[in-house]
């Protein structure tokens, strides 16, 4: 078969000079322009860049390996901040991560010690505050709302609208060919330098065809960090022992704390309203059982309320019928030890598969343990369209007559991933642990105790492990039903951390170059990772990865040389809060009262990153718009 390169040209516009003189090879701010090209080109040429052509082999400058929200933000941050080329290889068609494919349409972001229903500690900015001005501007023109939930979190999206959002933010780049999506393909190897010391690539299996993608930087925003395992680059998992990173909610001895031990996946479910009865069949394995022994469905109306995505009833304009997000405890899918019927299963695929933990597992071995988590999710739903149904005095809002949504376009019409909570971590050049994120003075309003030198990304959250525990309910374990239990200090908050921030750090391995990690696939330890596993801290992780990949692109360096250097750490910086493409500004340091559109915003976190700024542990304002005394002034003066 025939084999050639295949390049992102990033001065492709002189071909067509003529026509766009002045047009930039970057593309930013020449969307108009670009349309006009597009009708040129009859669209069948744009149109054809989601699928591999019979080319095998790809040359570029970086390589993002996963569709989820943290991959698409690095695509996005390294086109503005001019990487020539880039191609994101996703192994579905969905993108967004836990926005869309999980179907987590209730969306979580950073929050404070306060708890739900009262806001966010500081404002939405980067790339996560475009997302969500696109999701609420789309809110309102579909369901004559911006925010339709009327729930517990700030902004709700059906998962189909937030993947139109998120593929809308990267079609400017793909129509100038600065980006190249491929989609539905599986990493199948890692192409090392001789001295196994650097990535230089990856080869995908993409339907019949092998797709050899050559890159000079590759990130790993996929779900269960495919391509640090394939490189050979150090990874963690399973919960950190107390003599391993000195925590203080770690536990001592392996004993009730096996290496299988995560943070639970869930398969959500996007369930709408209908005038009739919608019962769905018992799924395979159905016993009601299981969520009889778990509290949740005791409250039908709070399980209606608490994830409302579209609310028809009690906001003013909203005519859609209602549709609800079902994402609880009660029918999370737990890691430790799996039911016997499933560990059979993996037995016989591989002797000792059952005992393995999930990121060690092959593909087809994760995909028997999600059938049996869909299930589960599916027998929950089943459950509360019975019994609880039949328990309800008033059967107003009974998840009778709810269906499953059918946006997803799935065979059982859940999303086409669970919702992954915690995943590989990358052994990195820092791995963050609790005791560098908890409060000054053990107080969650204040700085974490460590602000590092390098931060890429604002952050706050509760240590927040769902319950990693599959507890058998009678004496024929694992053989018969089961609930969810938590294991002591594994629960979620209090505690909470501070406001903290992200080292760009722990986004480089130990010792493998050419690689960076993204998602959640990043150098923290477990404790860490159940706080920094929201939509928006994803995103902004993944932000903040992408202009480090322009920052060693651009110089021709490996990522590790950045940290260390100021005046590389200070382009990373300038890339997250430069105006690009009218770009929102990433928060680089988490001021509760300063939002990115005030006109101080870029000025004020460049110089907070840089612990220019007097600033004491408590001070977690800014005050923007006040008269600067002439003691601050002088401290500042002092400072730089």
Same mark, same amino acid.
């Given at each position: ?24 090879? =970057? ?7 670009? !349309? ?30 996963? #569709? ?18 880039? &191609?994101?290889?996703? =192994?579905?068609?969905? *993108? ?84 190249? &999506? ?75 704390? /096996? ?28 016993? /009601? ?27 003013? #304009? ?50 028997? &343990? ?44 859940? +999303? ?15 791995? *963050? ?56 200090? !594994? ?87 430069? +105006? ?14 300063? $939002? ?15 612990? %220019? ?9 800014? $005050? ?5 005394? %002439? ?10």
């Amino acid at each position: 078969m025939r084999k050639s390169i295949v390049t992102a040209p990033s001065h492709w516009y002189r071909v067509l000079g003529t026509v766009v003189p002045h047009m930039a090879a =970057d593309c930013h701010g020449r969307v108009t322009a670009l !349309r006009f090209i597009s009708m040129l080109l009859m669209c069948g040429w744009l149109l054809a860049l989601d699928a591999p052509t019979q080319a095998e082999e790809i040359a570029t400058d970086l390589l993002i390996v996963g #569709g989820t929200e943290s991959g698409c933000a690095a695509a996005v941050a390294a086109a503005r901040a001019g990487v020539p080329s880039i &191609v994101l290889v996703n =192994d579905i068609d969905w *993108l967004g991560g836990q926005f869309s494919a999980e179907g987590l349409a209730a969306i979580d972001e950073n929050r404070g010690p306060e708890g739900y229903g009262h806001g966010v500690p500081f404002p939405r900015s980067g790339l996560f505050r475009e997302v969500i001005d696109g999701i609420e501007a789309l809110n309102l023109k579909k369901y004559g709302h911006p925010r339709p939930g009327n729930t517990r979190v700030i902004t709700t999206a059906r998962p189909v609208d937030a993947e139109q959002v998120f593929r809308e933010l990267l079609t400017p780049y793909i129509e100038c060919r600065q980006l190249r &999506v491929i989609s539905r393909a599986i990493p199948e190897e890692a192409l090392l330098s001789e001295q196994g010391t650097r990535l230089d690539g990856v080869r995908f299996a993409c339907g019949d065809e092998t797709i050899t993608i050559r890159a000079r930087l590759t990130l790993d925003a996929s779900d269960w960090g495919d391509i640090i395992k394939l490189s050979g680059a150090a990874y963690e998992f399973g919960p950190d022992l107390q003599e391993t990173y000195g925590e203080p909610l770690a536990p001592r001895s392996r004993e009730d704390y /096996p290496v299988t031990d995560m943070n639970p996946i869930t398969y959500c479910m996007l369930i709408e309203e209908t005038a009739n009865d919608a019962l769905i069949p018992e799924p395979s394995g159905y016993d /009601p059982r299981h969520y009889r022994a778990h509290s949740y469905p005791s409250d039908p109306l709070w399980l209606y309320e608490s994830r409302r995505i579209v609310d028809h009833y009690n906001l003013a #304009g909203v005519t859609h019928p209602d549709v609800l997000l079902l994402c609880f405890p009660a029918f999370d899918y737990p890691l430790d030890v799996y039911p016997a019927a499933l560990a059979a299963q993996l037995e016989a695929t591989e002797p000792g598969a059952s005992r393995k933990n999930i990121v060690e597992l092959t593909r087809p071995q994760r995909e028997l &343990v999600f059938q049996n988590a869909r299930d589960y999710s599916l027998g929950f739903l089943h459950y509360l369209q019975t019994e609880v149904h039949d328990a309800m005095p008033d059967q107003t809002h009974s998840f009778r007559r709810f269906r499953l949504s059918r946006e997803f376009g799935t065979d059982d019409h859940l +999303p086409p991933k669970p919702y992954i909570r915690e995943s590989v971590r990358l052994k990195a050049m820092y791995m *963050l642990k609790q005791q560098d994120t908890t409060g000054y003075g053990e107080r969650a309003t204040n700085y974490a105790l460590t602000m590092p030198h390098d931060g890429i990304a604002s952050w706050q959250f509760e240590y927040d492990f769902h319950p990693t525990r599959r507890q058998f309910l009678t004496d024929d374990a694992p053989a018969g039903p089961w609930t969810t239990a938590f294991r002591p200090c !594994r629960t979620w908050g209090p505690p909470y951390s501070g406001r903290a921030l992200f080292p760009l750090r722990c986004l480089v391995p130990e010792t493998m170059n050419g690689l960076l990690g993204g998602q959640k696939n990043l150098g923290y330890t477990s404790i860490v990772s159940s706080a920094v596993r929201l939509h928006d801290q994803s995103m902004a992780i993944g932000q903040g990865a992408g202009a480090v990949a322009a920052v060693a692109i651009a110089k021709q360096i490996d990522p590790r040389e950045i940290p260390w250097n100021r005046h590389l750490l200070s382009q990373v910086w300038g890339h997250l809060t430069a +105006p690009v493409d009218e770009a929102m500004p990433q928060a680089l340091w988490p001021f509760g009262d300063l $939002d990115p559109t005030h006109r101080s915003y870029a000025a004020v976190q460049q110089l907070a990153v840089r612990q %220019l700024l007097p600033l004491g542990p408590t001070d977690i304002t800014f $005050d923007a718009d006040a008269s600067a005394s %002439l003691d601050w002034r002088n401290a500042v003066r002092d400072q730089t």
